[in-house]
């Protein structure tokens, strides 16, 4: 009997990123982390759906295109009354010379100085009913209610469901409470955070290590990124909590860091799904090859201006990679 596939779905509220050099506009493109690793899934030939919102100016055209551009579905993406969010991400000129992992990303407008972010409290939060009963893994990155309620709808109406949060910025959880922050944290059961974020996480909560944050939640991978030193993974294994480091065997100059999380997370989360549908283990095999793949893609993104590279090129890339490691070490990454 065929195993029922899995689709990925990113739940939300679309944004645009703008990115500056100090005089004029470089690109346009989607944002927000959920929704860029859903473009990189559907990039790679993955079942995406983006369900959430999305305000109504010029801006919302061109963040649903950006999605669309990738083939991922916005059938379930609602209009709501208000100017779309815009992350304004900038690049002096000693940083367009020289790469610099940690390029600003600001919420204030360059031109008017006023907040441009401003999340929706009106997104639908029930699961649409074409998929209630499927296999789904969903996609979060923020700590909104909205999206609270739509993780525990999908739990009802999605048995066979897997929550993956990817968290990217301390700005995401400053208004929660600590008890709503762990309420919410043990309806995850995939979580990613780099350590620049790690450290606000642990102030908020009040915990010491990785290992305590795993030991007190109902996570079956946490991972801890580092940018270009690597990753560490926490898992259990004969209920042991297990980690594992791992660091690149390549690294290249950055010309923007903007999405290289998301990138990341994006092919953690393909292999994870293989690794589901074929009912096999995590052990330290499932995460040198997950790494690797992971890995690479990140590589190929923070060589680019911007979140999302274009399709024809991460492809191309991808392919390359993983022949190159077929050949070297025998091993076959992705479907």
């Given at each position: 009997m065929e195993t029922e596939k899995y689709c990925f779905i990113a739940f939300g509220e679309l944004a645009l990123d703008v990115t500056y050099n100090q005089y004029n506009i470089i690109n346009e493109v989607g944002g927000v982390s959920a929704f860029n690793t859903l473009y990189n899934l559907s990039v790679f030939g993955e079942e995406t759906y983006a369900v959430g919102g999305v305000g109504t100016d010029m801006n919302a055209i061109k963040a649903i295109n950006s999605l669309r551009s990738s083939f991922a579905n916005t059938d379930n993406i609602q209009f709501v009354s208000k100017p779309t969010n815009v992350f304004y991400i900038y690049k002096p000129e000693e940083v367009l010379n020289g790469g610099n992992e940690e390029i600003p990303i600001g919420r204030e407008s360059p031109i008017t100085g006023k907040s441009s972010i401003e999340w929706s409290d009106k997104l639908?939060?029930?699961?649409?009913?074409?998929?209630?009963?499927?296999?789904?893994?969903?996609?979060?990155?923020?700590?909104?209610?909205?999206?609270?309620?739509?993780?525990?709808?999908?739990?009802?109406?999605?048995?066979?469901?897997?929550?993956?949060?990817?968290?990217?910025?301390?700005?995401?959880?400053?208004?929660?409470?600590?008890?709503?922050?762990?309420?919410?944290?043990?309806?995850?059961?995939?979580?990613?955070?780099?350590?620049?974020?790690?450290?606000?996480?642990?102030?908020?909560?009040?915990?010491?290590?990785?290992?305590?944050?795993y030991d007190k939640l109902n996570l079956q991978i946490f991972t801890l990124t580092n940018g270009s030193k690597g990753a560490h993974f926490f898992y259990k294994e004969d209920d042991q909590i297990k980690e594992i480091t791992k660091v690149p065997e390549k690294v290249v100059p950055i010309v923007d860091s903007t999405g290289a999380g998301d990138a990341f997370h994006a092919m953690l989360l393909m292999a994870y799904k293989r690794n589901l549908i074929n009912n096999e283990e995590l052990d330290k095999q499932y995460f040198d090859n997950a790494f690797k793949v992971a890995n690479a893609l990140s590589r190929k993104v923070v060589q680019i201006d911007g979140a999302r590279g274009k399709q024809e090129d991460l492809l191309s890339y991808m392919l390359r990679q993983i022949e190159e490691t077929k050949e070297n070490k025998g091993i076959d990454l992705v479907d």
């Open positions: 639908c939060t029930t699961l649409p009913e074409q998929f209630e009963g499927r296999n789904i893994i969903l996609i979060v990155s923020n700590f909104e209610k909205v999206t609270q309620e739509f993780i525990e709808n999908v739990r009802k109406k999605a048995k066979n469901s897997i929550v993956s949060l990817d968290i990217t910025n301390p700005h995401i959880f400053k208004n929660i409470t600590k008890e709503d922050m762990w309420k919410y944290l043990k309806n995850i059961d995939l979580l990613q955070c780099n350590e620049n974020t790690f450290k606000f996480v642990c102030e908020k909560l009040g915990i010491s290590s990785a290992q305590e944050l």
